[in-house]
């Protein structure tokens, strides 16, 4: 791929996404949206990814959301428009492998289209998150419908109606489970790529399966998501078939969170 907004690369199975306009604070323009679903396409399609690190440039901010100089495509037919947030989002484009994400400095606006469908959130201490859209004169909705599906309601309209007045911390993040861990700055991205080792060195459909059955249950009541999830089971883990011998297995020592 030839890139030129943000950096690709895969070793040992980990693909590292980082997004790579600092000077810019990470925001999003339409390049970054068509080379993200060019991204995802890629993983989607390529067997020796099994978990990928999405991570970002710079100290000021993981990102800041759409470009408000450059600005994103929108169709003149309101009919015909999409959403240019949903070329960032690895669930929306059919991406079952799991997304271990890394926040530093801000996080504000479509960032959350990244957050909201990350399965493994952590942050550095200085981080923080906040929506302005409210600010602005403008409504704030896919963000923060997202973002209710990972923490309580009150939490994520808090943020939305409260826009540029007050940002939530990483400690609060922590709390609420937005992020499920909080480390040093310069230990952000190591950590960040331990963790996707970890998964990376699991049977891959074992894990995709898991997360695609997770993230599909969301969708559907109780009763449909288990019928859902026992087919993924069948099909990711068929009767009479083994993906791991379990006397082969080299029991690791464990942490304790």
């Not at 030839?2 to 199975?13: A, G, I, N, P």
């Not at 970054?32 to 978990?51: K, L, Q």
């Not at 710079?58 to 009919?79: C, I, L, M, W, Y």
């Not at 923060?144 to 939530?168: K, V």
Request: charged share 25%; net charge negative; with cysteine.
């Amino acid at each position: 791929m030839d890139l030129q907004t943000v950096l690709y690369e895969v070793d040992d199975h980990v693909a590292t996404i980082t997004l790579n306009r600092p000077e810019a604070m990470n925001s999003f323009n339409q390049l970054m949206c068509d080379e993200f679903a060019e991204i995802w396409r890629t993983v989607r399609n390529d067997d020796d990814v099994h978990v990928m690190v999405l991570r970002a440039a710079g100290d000021r901010a993981f990102s800041t959301g759409a470009d408000v100089k450059q600005g994103v495509f929108r169709h003149e037919n309101p009919f015909s428009d999409r959403d240019p947030g949903e070329l960032l989002c690895p669930k929306v484009n059919h991406v079952w492998k799991p997304l271990v994400c890394a926040v530093q400095g801000m996080a504000a606006a479509g960032a959350f289209y990244w957050i909201n469908e990350s399965d493994i959130l952590i942050c550095s201490e200085e981080a923080t998150f906040f929506d302005p859209h409210v600010s602005y004169g403008l409504t704030a909705a896919l963000e923060p419908i997202g973002l209710s599906h990972r923490i309580p309601l009150g939490e994520a309209l808090r943020i939305a109606l409260l826009g540029l007045d007050e940002r939530m911390s990483a400690e609060r993040a922590l709390q609420i489970g937005l992020v499920t861990e909080v480390v040093a700055r310069d230990e952000l991205w190591k950590r960040a790529d331990e963790l996707a080792r970890i998964i990376a060195a699991k049977p891959p459909l074992a894990v995709q399966g898991t997360v695609r059955a997770i993230w599909e249950s969301l969708d559907k009541t109780r009763t449909q998501a288990m019928q859902t999830g026992m087919n993924y089971i069948l099909l990711g883990s068929p009767l009479g078939s083994k993906a791991v011998d379990r006397a082969a297995v080299t029991r690791p020592k464990w942490t304790l969170r």
